[in-house]
């Protein structure tokens, strides 16, 4: 994995080729605000997160109070920036926005805590990246309301207190197991962001369709949903695509086939999986017979870098239940082989590598690579 939850270095994630990844490229960007849903209600799937939050909202509004604070941790793409929005729309709150990485100086943080009115809502995106000092004010700040001002240097340097108006503090992270405990603790609430399932995603396409104007069938959504892997930005990125084809090589409506003949040429496949992907597969079954083979190996005969394929290919294909990390090297699962239209050799089981969670249509399996307990929890 990237140390943070940030593309992996160069272009990587965010070429032309990316179609299927879960980074946001400068189209998306653009596209994206207008596609996002703006109150909870319009918010689809992550049925848990929103009825925790709905109540966490209600009661702090009855008490005419501000929330506690709310961390917001999952993959890329799942809707941690969309909520934030929601968060603060639903509290009538106006909302200011930075992120970990743009608070270098804890002076930053500590003039932005000091602008802040009565009940704002502040988001740090990517807070794991937060620098330390910054950190440290941040503790004082949501649990007293209140600053510390450092001024002058060394012995002579004395702390002045200053007041903050009560916030709510909404971060957001892509590796909250990168996260110090004592900045952790201080949230009241954390919600943890689960890939979508195949009629959340469907959901979420028709919603995009129609904000679009785009005019989608039922099969249609249901053919790019399934590879959409679990991911609502790479839905909505998928249908853009599939639109630009429908208009230009069909009467620009979206139905299973033009669906179906529009990813193809995109290189997509049935389970989402792109070149890349599917060449790491064929590499590893063709030519060393399902493995286990080291990952160096797998990277030279496709003929790209190792980074490339640990951290851009193997996390979707470990959670699709197409391969395993062994300590030997990398084991092709039966579902490989069969995704590939080969017989799996005797003795493979379903799931060699200790099952999957949870599965959808399609038969990716929705094993969340993302688990918070097992990530890195050191930050240095
Ligand atoms: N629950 C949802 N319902 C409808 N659309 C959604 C939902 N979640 C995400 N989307 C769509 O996916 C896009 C990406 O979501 P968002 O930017 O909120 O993800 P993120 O978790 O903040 O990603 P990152 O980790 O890259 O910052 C949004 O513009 C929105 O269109
Ligand atoms: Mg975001």
Redesign the pocket.
């Known amino acids: 994995m990237t140390e943070e939850?940030a593309p992996p270095e160069g272009d990587l994630g965010v070429d032309g080729d990316a179609l299927v990844s879960?980074?946001?490229d400068i189209d998306?960007r653009e596209?994206?605000?207008s596609?996002?849903?703006r109150r909870l209600a319009?918010?689809?799937?992550?049925v848990r997160v929103r009825e925790q939050l709905e109540l966490v909202l209600e009661s702090a509004r009855r008490r005419g109070r501000p929330p506690d604070h709310v961390l917001?941790s999952?993959?890329?793409?799942?809707?941690?920036?969309?909520?934030a929005l929601i968060i603060a729309a639903e509290l009538g709150a106006a909302i200011r926005v930075t992120s970990g990485p743009a608070i270098e100086r804890a002076g930053d943080l500590a003039a932005m805590l000091s602008s802040l009115a009565d009940r704002d809502v502040l988001f740090i995106?990517e807070i794991h990246r937060i620098a330390r000092p910054a950190e440290e004010l941040l503790y004082v700040a949501m649990e007293d309301f209140r600053v510390d001002v450092v001024v002058g240097k060394g012995h002579g340097a004395t702390a002045i207190p200053l007041e903050v108006a009560p916030f709510t503090l909404v971060g957001?992270t892509?590796r909250s197991g990168l996260l110090t405990g004592p900045l952790r603790d201080r949230f009241g609430f954390v919600a943890h962001?689960d890939f979508?399932s195949q009629p959340?995603l469907e959901q979420?396409l028709r919603?995009?369709a129609e904000l679009l104007g785009v005019r989608m069938q039922a099969d249609g959504g249901r053919e790019i949903a399934g590879r959409s892997r679990g991911t609502?930005?790479i839905a909505?990125r998928l249908l853009r695509r599939v639109r630009d084809f429908a208009e230009v090589r069909a009467d620009g409506v979206v139905t299973r086939d033009v669906a179906r003949a529009a990813l193809a040429v995109y290189d997509v496949d049935q389970l989402g999986l792109d070149r890349l992907d599917r060449s790491v597969l064929d590499a590893l079954i063709r030519r060393f017979g399902g493995g286990p083979v080291g990952v160096s190996t797998i990277a030279v005969a496709v003929g790209e870098e190792v980074q490339t394929v640990e951290e851009v290919a193997e996390p979707f294909l470990v959670r699709a239940g197409l391969l395993a990390r062994t300590p030997r090297g990398r084991v092709a699962t039966s579902a490989a082989w069969e995704h590939l239209g080969l017989p799996a050799p005797a003795g493979l089981g379903a799931a060699p590598y200790g099952g999957v969670s949870r599965s959808v249509p399609g038969r990716l399996a929705e094993q969340s690579l993302f688990d918070p307990e097992q990530s890195d929890s050191r930050k240095q």
């Not at 319009?42 to 992550?46: C, K, L």
């Open positions: 939850g879960p980074y946001a998306d596209v994206e605000s596609l996002r849903p319009d918010f689809v799937g992550q917001l999952g993959p890329p793409g799942l809707g941690k920036t969309s909520l995106d957001a892509t962001m979508y959340e979420v919603r995009s609502p930005r909505n």
